[in-house]
T-cell receptor
């Protein structure tokens, strides 16, 4: 049963600390998305990769957020320094444009981040 | 600009039918998705429409009218487990390929 995995599932940290979230996309999927979800804003796209290349990170605060794909099986989202307003659930999703035009995105379980 | 609107909350009775509407205004259009999200869990894919008309999948159906920028998700024979948030998302053909723009979701409560 292929699925997207994310670690850690929960993270509590103090303001100013570095936070790194990891995602393993479904094997064979070549698109990876990072989303942030809050009650107020809903689900917002932060960054998007295709074949490990960043295609869009316009939704990401560049001064503190960075996203990378060191290899096809790992995507990382880093916040440095973290701030209380970064508290949210961060979802990773992967997809395969080869699935005709559907390109359904499959979501991981999320990382619930709390910055104190 | 990009805008997707759906009701914030809805309540329905077990066994009944409920329709969740979604209207969208995007710079491009390359498909509309519905996702279900239970509290504390990840969104899961429900349906996809790219052409006008109705797509039926068991108890769930999704309708699309591109000329009206409108879609709805129809849930029949409601069950308690259908209590969840339902997210409407549009794939904008311009800008990033494959990028989805999500609405804020409709929280559906199914009561006995």
């Amino acid at each position: 049963d292929a699925r997207v995995t994310q670690t850690p599932r929960h993270k509590v940290t103090e303001m100013g600390q570095e936070v790194t979230m990891r995602c393993q996309p479904i094997l064979g999927h070549n698109t990876v998305f990072w989303y942030r979800q809050t009650m107020m804003q809903g689900l917002e796209l932060l960054a998007y990769f295709r074949n490990r290349a960043p295609l869009d990170d316009s939704g990401m605060p560049k001064d503190r957020f960075s996203a990378e794909m060191p290899d096809a099986t790992l995507a990382t989202l880093k916040i440095q320094p973290s701030e209380p307003r970064d508290s949210a659930v961060y979802f990773c999703a992967s997809g395969d444009p080869g699935q005709g035009n559907t390109d359904t995105q499959y979501f991981g379980p999320g990382t619930r981040l709390t910055v104190l | 600009g990009q805008n997707i609107d759906q009701p914030t909350e809805m309540t329905a009775t077990e066994g009944a039918i409920v329709q969740i509407n979604c209207t969208y205004q995007t710079s491009g259009f390359n498909g509309l998705f519905w996702y279900q999200q239970h509290a504390g869990e990840a969104p899961t894919f429900l349906s996809y429409n790219v052409l006008d008309g109705l797509e039926e999948k068991g108890r769930f159906s999704s309708f699309l009218s591109r000329s009206k920028g409108y879609s709805y998700l129809l849930l029949k024979e409601l069950q308690m487990k259908d209590s969840a948030s339902y997210l409407c998302a549009v794939r904008d053909s311009q800008g990033s390929q494959g990028n989805l723009i999500f609405g804020k979701g409709t929280k559906l409560s199914v009561k006995p």
